[in-house]
C-alpha cells in the first residue's frame, strides 16, 4: 500500500461516517440505519440511508453516495486532499505538514486551495491586529457594544487598521501570495497594479462555511480621525468611510445567497432543537450566541433566499424569522414569507418591540425574555392575516377589502402553485388561507392558478443532480449487479468463486469498468476478511462507478445464502448472453463447447476492450 494509500485508510478507519453526516444533516434512525434529506437535491422526503456499519450512504433518488470522503467532498465542494485534511482534523490524525507557502507546493495546490489559505491567513492577521495598539479603537468598540473576551475569541473577530496598504504588506512579509489575497477578494489594483486593502478601518467579522473555513469577511466601519489621505487617488475614488457594514465580493469560494453567518457555529444547536432562528445582522448573530441562544444565524446583506432555506431544512425543521422592526425589516419579512411558504417546515416570523434589533433586545433583556418572544412567534400566514385584518378593517370600500384579501393570496401562490410542493403541504395550506379569507379551498385553488407567475420562476429540479448514467433493468443488467453486489457485501467469497469471475461477459460499459476494478481490488487483497465495501470505493475515482458501487451493495445486503446462489446467478449470466455473443449448442452450464462458439466469445469480449480470465483455477502464487 502506498503512502498515500495508507494515510486516507488511516483516516477511513477513525471517522465514522454517521458522525460526519450527522453534523450537516439531521438524522434518525431507520432499522439498522439512519435516514435524512438528502443535501444533494431538493429533497422533500428523506431519502438518503447511511449505513454504519458498511460506513457508507445513499440516496434512493439521486442515485449519490460513496463513503465518507465522498461525503465530505461533495458536501464541501472538497478537492481529495481537502477532504482528508478535513477529516483528519476532526478526528486528530496528524498529517504530513503541509507548507502552502512553498513555491512547489503552490504549484500543485488548487487556486481554491490557495484562496481558502489566504483567507485562513487574514483571519489570523486581524484577530492579531485587534490585540495591538492599531486595534485600539476597534477593541474598545467591541467592549463597549458588550461582547466578552470568549465571544470575541470564538467568533475570531479582528481589525482592519486605518491603513490603505497594511494587510497587502504584512502578507508580503508573510510570503503570502498577492494573486490569492486578489482572488479571496481581500485586496484591489490601482491602477499602476499596485495593491491596496479592501478593509480599512473596520471591525472584522470572519464569514466561514459549515465546516468552519474562512471564506470570506464582513467589515463594521469604525469612526475616521479627520486627517487627510495619504492616498488622495484612491481616497477619492473610495468617497469616504463607504457603507456601514461591507462584505468581501463574491469569489470562487464565496456567494453570500447561499451562505449564512454562523451557521458553523450554530449547527448542532440547530440540529438538536431541530429550529432555526435567522436574523439579518452579524451583531445579532453573536449577542445570542453570548447570551446562550446559540442556533441563531444571519443572511449577509440579502434577502432570505431558496437556497438558504434549502440549505436550513437539511438541520431543522422549525424556522423563526425575527427581522428588525423598522420598514426595510417588515419587507424583508415579506420576501421571507413568499418564498418560505412552499417548503414544508413550520415557518414562523416575528419582530422585536420597541423599535430594537436583536442584539439590544438580547443584551438588555438576556435570554429567558428573548426565548419567550421566539416561543410566541406567530405561523408566518397569521403574521401576515394579522396584518392584512387590520387593513381591511381600515378599509372604506368593499374593492380595498378584496384586495388585501388579494394580497394573502399573491403572498401562498408560489407555494401553491410550485409543481415541487408536497401535496399535503399543498391542501393543508389551501384549507388554511380558506378558513382566514372566508373561501372553499377549490375557490382558493382556482384563485391562485389564474394568478400569473413570477417571470423568474423555474420548474423544480437540481441540475448538480448526480450524473449518474441511467441503467437498464433487463436481466443482464440485473445479474452483472448482483454478482457484484454479493462480492461487495461477502468479499471472502472471491476464494471461491473468484477464478470463474468472468468479465468477458459484463456488458460493455461502467458496470464491466466496475467489475473489472473489483476483481483488481479482491485480487489484490492480503485479508479477504477485511474488504470492506468503503475502502473499495476509496479506491475509485469515478463518481459514477462509486453510485453503481453502492447501489449494488445496498442491493444485495440481506441476500440469503448468497455462496449458494452465486454459481447459479453466474450460469445465467452466462444463458442470458448466449444468445448475444455465443451461438447455440451451449452446455448446461451456458458455456459454449464448441471451439468456434468459445472464439466467437473471445472475440466479442476483445471488441468490448475487457480482460477476460480462462474459466478454471489461478495460476501459482494467485
Known sequence: MSDSAYIFQTVRQAARIEEIIGEHIALRPAGRELVGLCPFHEDRRPSMYINPGKQIFYCFVCNSGGDVFRFVQNYHKMTPGEALRFLAQRYGIKLPEFRPNDPGQQQR???R???LA???WAALWFADNLEKPSGAQCREYLVGRGLSTDTIRNFGLGAAPDNWTALAQAAVRAGVSEEHLLGAGLIKRRADGSPFDVFRNRAMFPIRDQSGRVIAFGGRTLPRAQTPSADAAVAAADSGDGPKYLNSPETAIFNKRDTLYGLDAARQSIIRDKTVVVVEGYMDVI?????????VVATLGTALTEKHVTLLRRFAQKVVLLFDSDDAGRRAADRAIEMILKYPLDSRITHVPDGKDPFDFCMTHGPEPFKLLLARAPDVLDYKWQQIGRAMDAAPSLAEKQAASMTLLRLAAAGLTDPSTDPIR??????????????TPDQVRKIVRQMPRSPDAAPAGNSDTSTAQAVSTDKLFAAEEWIIGVFLNHPALWRQFGAEFDLGLFTAGPLALLAQRLMGYLEGATDLEHCSIAEFIGTLDDAQLVTLAVRAQKRCENVVEPAKNMADTQAELRYQRRGIIGPPGADAAGEPEEPAARLALQQKAAQHGLMRRQLGPRPPGR
Open 426 to 439: 399543498r391542501g393543508l395550506l389551501e384549507k388554511h388561507l380558506a378558513d382566514k379569507i372566508g373561501m
Open 287 to 295: 449577542a445570542c450566541h453570548q447570551v446562550g441562544v446559540t442556533n
Open 109 to 111: 495546490a488548487s487556486a
Open 113 to 115: 486551495e490557495n484562496m
Open 118 to 120: 489566504a483567507a485562513a
